[in-house]
Nanobody, 134 residues
């Protein structure tokens, strides 16, 4: 089971990036997925989560700081989850990670930390660096 985040880079404030989280060894649709970020000197924080397709509500959740600017989505055919990031700000600069868990809890459950250690996610990929700077 492997996850790989990609798509990071340098972008100017107000710009956009799309991050991808690709999976090998399992079907991403059966897993809840979370995007997290960690800026230098700061703790890791949840950015957005999407529940497993096995969760009837198919919910998505966004941190307040990114709501309205970021969108999480799935492409089951490509076994990939995306994080579309628009109107990027300097404070979005961080290493972004994706994580997966086979549970059927809601996206809010995962992103709010109710899952406990590692937000309840069992699988974590290596991060991709996003730098927002002029």
């Amino acid at each position: 089971v492997q996850l790989q985040a990609s798509g990071g880079g340098l972008v100017q404030p107000g710009g956009s990036l799309r991050l991808s989280c690709a999976a090998s060894g399992f079907t991403l649709g059966d897993f809840a997925i979370g995007w997290f970020r960690q800026a230098p000197g700061k703790e890791r924080e949840a950015v957005s989560c999407i529940s497993s397709i096995n969760n009837s509500d198919g919910s998505t959740y966004y941190a307040g700081s990114v709501k309205g600017r970021f969108t999480i989505s799935r492409d089951n055919a490509k076994n990939t989850v995306y994080l579309q990031m628009n109107n990027l700000k300097a404070e979005d600069t961080a290493v972004y990670y994706c994580a997966a868990d086979g549970g059927v809890e809601s996206s809010r459950y995962y992103c709010s930390g109710y899952g406990g250690y590692n937000y309840g996610f069992n699988y974590w990929g290596k991060g991709t660096l996003v730098t927002v700077s002029s």
